[in-house]
């Protein structure tokens, strides 16, 4: 006589309840899935006996359940490797300079400002100007013709009539003709890294740069 699911289940040790309270989900693991296919077996209807493809559809099955799972875990412990990883080579970077996209950089006493353009195009004339808190223009590099590519640049904080600027945070215009128009180029700057904030799970981490706050380490261009 062929027994019930729940009874195949109760057998097993396996809690059932009949009513609709909610009980704690259980993981249906790889020995009490072979205890239940050996009951299942043992106590099939031996008019109507299982077919050998019921048998291989459920054993294929739960081997991708279970495959997809270690999967997952496979793929959490890379997650965690990784994060790690990172967060070291994230922690060797203070007291070193990093190259990041920046419109603003920091001119020190002991460094200049220094920095790239981003040309898109060549150039006959491309410009790398330096405005102070006010806005007011106080210094234009003028670096000429150009191929397409990054240009560096550098600034001592030189002025025209030559004495020096002071130390301070100064904002950067970079611009070039382009086929005949004066076209606004994309600027990286170079700065010191003070801390790392290594955050939360998931977060991103950040580096605290001198004069220019919070960047992704994602954002990081080069290492010096």
Same mark, same amino acid.
């Given at each position: 006589?062929?027994?019930?699911?729940?009874?195949?289940?109760?057998?097993? #040790?396996?809690?059932?309840?009949?009513?609709?309270?909610?009980?704690?989900?259980?993981?249906?693991?790889?020995?009490?899935?072979?205890?239940?296919?050996?009951?299942?077996?043992?106590?099939?209807?031996?008019?109507?006996?299982?077919?050998?493809?019921?048998?291989?559809?459920?054993?294929?099955?739960?081997?991708?359940?279970?495959?997809?799972?270690?999967?997952?875990?496979?793929?959490?412990?890379?997650?965690?490797?990784?994060?790690?990883?990172?967060?070291?080579?994230?922690?060797?970077?203070?007291?070193?300079?990093?190259?990041?996209?920046?419109?603003?950089?920091?001119?020190?006493?002991?460094?200049?400002?220094? #920095?790239?353009?981003?040309?898109?195009?060549?150039?006959?004339?491309?410009?790398?100007?330096?405005?102070?808190?006010?806005?007011?223009?106080?210094?234009?590099?003028?670096?000429?013709?150009?191929?397409?590519?990054?240009?560096?640049?550098?600034?001592?904080?030189?002025?025209?009539?030559?004495?020096?600027?002071?130390?301070?945070?100064?904002?950067?215009?970079?611009?070039?003709?382009?086929? #005949?128009?004066?076209?606004?180029?994309?600027?990286?700057?170079?700065?010191?890294?003070?801390?790392?904030?290594? #955050?939360?799970?998931?977060?991103?981490?950040?580096?605290?740069?001198?004069?220019?706050?919070?960047?992704?380490?994602?954002?990081?261009?080069?290492?010096?």
């Amino acid at each position: 006589m062929a027994i019930s699911a729940i009874e195949s289940f109760q057998n097993l #040790g396996l809690s059932t309840t009949a009513d609709k309270k909610e009980v704690k989900k259980q993981e249906l693991g790889q020995e009490q899935f072979l205890k239940l296919m050996t009951t299942q077996l043992t106590h099939q209807d031996p008019n109507k006996p299982m077919e050998n493809g019921d048998f291989l559809a459920q054993m294929a099955q739960f081997s991708t359940v279970e495959g997809i799972g270690d999967l997952n875990k496979s793929f959490a412990d890379f997650s965690t490797s990784v994060s790690s990883g990172q967060a070291l080579q994230a922690a060797s970077l203070v007291g070193k300079s990093v190259m990041v996209p920046a419109e603003e950089g920091i001119m020190s006493l002991t460094k200049p400002l220094s #920095g790239e353009a981003v040309l898109t195009d060549g150039t006959d004339n491309l410009k790398v100007s330096f405005l102070d808190s006010s806005g007011t223009k106080v210094k234009t590099l003028e670096l000429g013709r150009q191929d397409a590519g990054n240009v560096s640049f550098n600034w001592d904080g030189l002025l025209d009539d030559g004495t020096y600027v002071d130390p301070g945070v100064y904002k950067i215009t970079a611009e070039a003709k382009i086929d #005949g128009k004066n076209t606004a180029l994309q600027t990286y700057v170079s700065a010191d890294v003070e801390s790392v904030s290594l #955050g939360k799970k998931n977060e991103e981490i950040t580096l605290a740069l001198s004069g220019l706050g919070q960047v992704s380490l994602n954002d990081v261009k080069k290492i010096f």
